[in-house]
């Protein structure tokens, strides 16, 4: 069965620094879908990136960037010059064809501190 | 604008009692699913359905309903809150199948049961 994996409970960075969040996944499927949501202190999910597995180029939305390692099964968000608004708790989520269902299935998320 | 719509955002209920958590979005979406959030957990899928009347069983199901009457409504009911179901509730819609176009996520409703 597919799985993700968000090993970091927390992170933190500095304001203006680049934080990298780790994500891997296992599937036995060639083509599957990697997406990042956001979830800020209000609690509501905002998606921000997402990288299908035959994309030729790592996925980039502003300051997001993700760094898709294949053969290592990672997918890892990159955020640069991070501001205070970005913290806020982040999950990483792989489409799950188990059961003959195309779904999301979510990491544990990974809670991000930005300091002044 | 585009948008899913949750009601209540939060909702303190006592054991037993009957409750309803509405769903509704604008966007005309044949996808639509109910997700829980715990700590440590993510999200995990409770029920989902691809289209009016068309409804399934996603990894917790145990102890929640659902209906799809209408493409844009899709409410989450607890017939018999239980204190292991206090948690924040996540109902979301797709344009299409969800693992290739992700999900737009109402707002969240946080559930306690005492």
């Known amino acids: 069965a597919q799985k993700i994996t968000q090993t970091q409970p927390g992170m933190f960075v500095q304001e203006k620094e680049a934080v990298t969040l780790d994500c891997t996944y296992d599937t036995s499927d060639p083509s599957y879908g990697l997406f990042w949501y956001k979830q800020p202190s209000s609690g509501e999910m905002i998606f921000l990136i997402y990288?299908?597995?035959?994309?030729?180029q790592n996925a980039t939305e502003g300051r997001y960037s993700l760094n898709f390692q294949k053969a290592r099964k990672s997918a890892n968000l990159v955020i640069s010059a991070s501001q205070l608004g970005d913290s806020a708790m982040y999950f990483c989520?792989?489409?799950?064809?188990?059961?003959?269902?195309?779904?999301?299935?979510f990491g544990a998320g990974t809670r991000l501190a930005v300091h002044p | 604008e585009a948008q899913v719509t949750q009601n209540p955002r939060y909702l303190i209920t006592v054991t037993g009692k009957k409750l309803t958590v509405t769903c509704s979005q604008n966007m005309n979406h044949e996808y639509m699913s109910w997700y829980r959030q715990d700590p440590g957990l993510g999200l995990r899928q409770i029920y989902y359905?691809?289209?009016?009347?068309?409804?399934d069983k996603g990894d917790v199901p145990e102890g929640y309903k659902v209906s799809r009457k209408e493409k844009r409504n899709f409410p989450l009911i607890l017939e018999s809150p239980s204190p292991n179901q206090t948690s924040l509730y996540f109902c979301?819609?797709?344009?299409?199948?969800?693992?290739?176009?992700?999900?737009?996520f109402g707002s969240g409703t946080r559930l306690t049961v005492v």
């Open positions: 979301a819609s797709s344009l299409g199948r969800p693992g290739n176009y992700g999900y737009t």
């Open positions: 989520a792989m489409r799950d064809l188990s059961g003959g269902y195309n779904k999301l299935i």
């Open positions: 359905s691809m289209n009016v009347e068309v409804t």
């Open positions: 990288q299908g597995s035959y994309d030729q």
